[in-house]
């Protein structure tokens, strides 16, 4: 997680042997940013209250629309593709979920034989990206038979400023970006969308992003200084609905945030020895043999899943912490072997890389993590699922081990006997760097094919409110 340039640096002390606090692997990180400007902002209940009444009328308009039995097919997926795009599905995820049933039931692939590419291709992202799979053959007669390759001639066949959309999906897909993010930049294309003259989804649309910049504010203020991280956790659930398991998140990924780095940027080897095993024993007790600079983050950890445990118990709900606290545990001890590999100047294979690395990648402490703070979906059922550890949460570790390896690899081999995907690639098949970073791009593309299809129906539990990738 490291992004500033590295110094490690060796000096003698009086009696001529280096000092401890001088072999630390250091890196200088720059200070945060953001100060605390953030502690200063004071929630306006009666603004929040006024955009959440908007909300509530707006809602039931755009329902009556997505229920509306005399509305054709094309236009009702159009409208869906609308609701997705500006970041309102949480709103209508039953509505939409009835709709599609009963459009996908009726699906003829004769009725796409003279439906243009625009139709075509709204329809079918609207199926997949719900989860329905509508087949890829409503796309043959755009092609050409010999070379399976697109027609020169679609690409005059676009409306508006369609082709500074597509621009943009093929650099950044939209189910692969934030969601805030991609909401905000759709509005400046909503005006050309067919649906724009339902007045109502405009309005709904304005109140939410006001709504959510509020309360969104409102998070940051009670977790002040650590902003990036909150945004990663926006990617996770943006449902105003999840305020508490957003900040829960966020505080989680703040305390993984500083292990990893006190695993790869500060601590001995002796003391990251010290420091595993007092996390694996999970005791006020052992803290006095830690070292001194990680005893407060010691008592915090300790201190923050206690508080949970209780407020969440009573809810009958302690299992999930209990499941983040075995993810932190197993993330400490897959940090402790990548420093031992370090501190041995071993090279593990690929293999075995990647197997210690998938937990390191933090995937599975932060997405388990997420589900503490989710007051309803999550079921006895949908944990055990969790912990059999499917393939789409497979691909999604598999995603943020190798984008971040492939991505920091500059960075990281600036420091000493630092291990990532990279170079054990190169290794175990006897590759150049190059090569290996060509073949690592492409395991990530796969892993986005086994994502994209963990999410289609039947899924194993409701996957619809939570975006785990
Ligand atoms: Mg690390």
């Known amino acids: 997680m490291a992004t500033a340039n590295v110094s490690t640096t060796i000096q003698a002390n009086r009696n001529n042997k280096p000092s401890i606090e001088l072999l630390r692997p250091l890196a200088n990180f720059p200070p945060s940013t953001w100060g605390d400007q953030f502690l200063s902002f004071s929630l306006d209940n009666s603004k929040l209250e006024a955009y959440a009444n908007i909300i509530e009328e707006q809602k039931e308009d755009v329902k009556r629309l997505i229920d509306n039995p005399s509305m054709d097919s094309n236009e009702k997926l159009r409208l869906m593709n609308c609701v997705y795009r500006l970041g309102l599905k949480h709103h209508f995820i039953n509505e939409i979920d009835c709709q599609l049933d009963k459009l996908f039931k009726e699906f003829d692939l004769k009725d796409y ?27 043959k007669k755009f092609k050409d038979c010999g070379s399976d390759k697109f027609h020169e001639y679609i690409t005059t066949d676009v409306r508006g400023n369609l082709a500074q959309q597509v621009k943009h999906a093929l650099m950044n897909p939209f189910h692969r970006g934030l969601q805030m993010v991609e909401a905000r930049l759709y509005f400046v294309y909503y005006e050309e969308e067919i649906c724009s003259i339902h ?11 006001n709504y959510m910049q509020l309360l969104q504010k409102e998070e940051l203020r009670i977790l002040t200084k650590i902003p990036e991280l909150y945004i990663w ?16 998140t966020t505080k989680i990924a703040q305390l993984v945030l500083v292990l990893d780095d006190t695993y790869d940027a500060y601590g001995t080897i002796e003391e990251l020895r010290l420091i595993t095993d007092t996390i694996n024993r999970w005791e006020f007790s052992v803290m006095e043999q830690l070292p001194k600079y990680n005893k407060p983050f010691y008592k915090l950890l300790l201190n923050e899943y206690a508080q949970l445990e209780k407020r969440l118990s009573k809810q009958g709900r302690a ?14 001890s897959c940090f402790m072997k990548e420093a031992e590999w370090r501190n041995s100047g071993y090279v593990p294979s ?10 390191t990648s933090t995937y599975n402490v932060i997405s388990v993590s997420c589900l503490v703070g989710m007051p309803e979906i999550v079921s006895e059922e949908a944990l055990n699922w969790y912990e059999s550890n499917p393939k789409i ?17 500059e960075f990281e081999a600036e420091r000493e006997h630092q291990i990532t995907s990279v170079h054990t690639y190169m290794k175990s098949f006897g590759v ?6 060509e073949e690592l791009k492409k395991m990530i593309e796969n892993a986005w094919k ?14 619809g409110k939570i975006d785990l990738h």
Do not use: W
């Open 113 to 139: 034989e003279d439906a243009d590419l625009y139709t075509t291709s709204v329809n079918f992202q609207v199926f997949r990206q719900h989860g329905y799979k509508m087949s890829c053959d409503v796309f």
């Open 199 to 209: 007045d109502s989804l405009l309005k709904l649309a304005n109140a939410q992003f």
């Open 233 to 248: 956790i926006l990617g996770v659930f943006l449902d105003p609905h999840y305020s508490e398991a957003r900040i829960i």
């Open 319 to 332: 299992n999930r912490v209990n499941a983040s606290r075995r993810a932190f545990q197993e993330l400490a």
């Open 350 to 359: 690929f293999q075995e890389y990647m197997n210690n690395g998938l937990v």
């Open 393 to 409: 949460l497979e691909a999604s570790a598999l995603l943020l081990r190798l984008n971040n390896d492939v991505m920091s690899f």
């Open 432 to 437: 150049s760097e190059d090569v290996a970073i």
């Open 450 to 463: 086994d994502i994209n299809e963990g999410f289609l129906k039947p899924t194993k539990v409701l996957l």
